[in-house]
């Protein structure tokens, strides 16, 4: 059976934390394509499909455990293509180059993928305007924007965990978690998450600062 892809953390983080309370989609200058990016990264490593050696993304050797050999196939169609990708690779690159490189169509893939399970439906464009130019859907189901990251504050699994350390990384959190929660989020989720969280923050800060200053 497929999995609904608002189940995934990169669906979760979209409806929660990248599309704004109208259904917009954010500026580049957000910085918000890098938590896209990294959501679909720290969701291959928690399933146990890649890991970091040096510093370097890497798939998961079939050697391992048969628990990491169940995990070789992802069940979402998206993040199957993103493993496709970083075995396929011709080098090894660091988690902040893979960050960058998925970045880039995060957001259409997703989004496509989410129309067609009945999560989004794209509203019709209408006449552009210089001061609200945003691509908007409508969201059908799943948690509407924020409702994802205020819930699980309260949680304990990993991918509560990880919702929130990646809203934290893109800078999008209140200011009602202290920086020991989160590095006891991140601690929790493993050396491969903390180095994609560290990733995210890096791509997000450089292009905050660009946009307020």
Known sequence: MKPDSATTLAGEFMLAVYLDGQGRVPSYRTGLDFGLSGAMLMEL???????????????????????????????????????????SSRRPRTAAQWVRILSADAHRRLAAELIADGVLVRRPRRLSLPTDPARRYDVLRGERPGAAVRSSRSGTDDRSAALTALATACAVTSGDQDGSEYEAAVRSLGPA?????????????????????
């Open 45 to 87: 490593a928690l399933d146990g499909c890649i890991d970091t050696v040096d510093g370097h993304i890497v798939a998961a050797r079939a050697a391992r455990a048969a628990r990491a050999a169940r995990a070789a196939q992802p069940r979402d169609r998206v993040l199957g293509e993103v493993l496709a990708r970083i075995q």
């Open 193 to 213: 998450c903390a180095q994609i969280l560290a990733a995210v923050a890096a791509c997000v800060w450089p292009v905050a600062l660009c946009s307020w200053a």
